[in-house]
Nanobody, 122 residues
Framework: QVQLVESGGGLVQAGGSLRLSCAASGRAFSTYHMGWFRQAPGKEREFVATFTWGSRVPDYADFVKGRFTISRDSAKNTIYLQMNSLKPEDAARYYC???????????????WGQGTQVTVSS
């Protein structure tokens, strides 16, 4: 079992920055792939970024490339999503996920946090 708790969301003006955190705990956590997804009202949940603990190359959705950065602190069992140059269309609930398989698809993840809300004002 893996437990995930997100934090760091809030209200920010367009062009601003936020850093989301995802604290993970549970058995064999370090063997899981980790990802960030988001869901805006009335829309489906979509992939944002992912990485594997053993990989040095993260993967990003095209709409966040160059603006968002996924990173980790292994000592704290925490992953982060640094979001810069935020746009109103980035407003959504952001979810952290962990999965044995990993990837860009929701079904590739086994565990999910409750999410943290990001609001971007224009």
């Amino acid at each position: 079992q893996v437990q995930l708790v997100e934090s760091g969301g809030g209200l920010v003006q367009a062009g601003g920055s936020l850093r989301l955190s995802c604290a993970a705990s549970g058995r064999a956590f370090s063997t899981y792939h980790m990802g960030w997804f988001r869901q805006a009202p009335g829309k489906e949940r979509e992939f944002v970024a992912t990485f594997t603990w053993g990989s040095r190359v993260p993967d990003y959705a095209d709409f966040v490339k160059g603006r968002f950065t996924i990173s980790r602190d292994s000592a704290k069992n925490t992953i982060y999503l640094q979001m810069n140059s935020l746009k109103p269309e980035d407003a959504a609930r952001y979810y952290c996920a962990a999965g044995i398989v990993g990837g860009r698809m929701i079904r590739q993840y086994d565990y999910w946090g409750q999410g943290t809300q990001v609001t971007v004002s224009s």
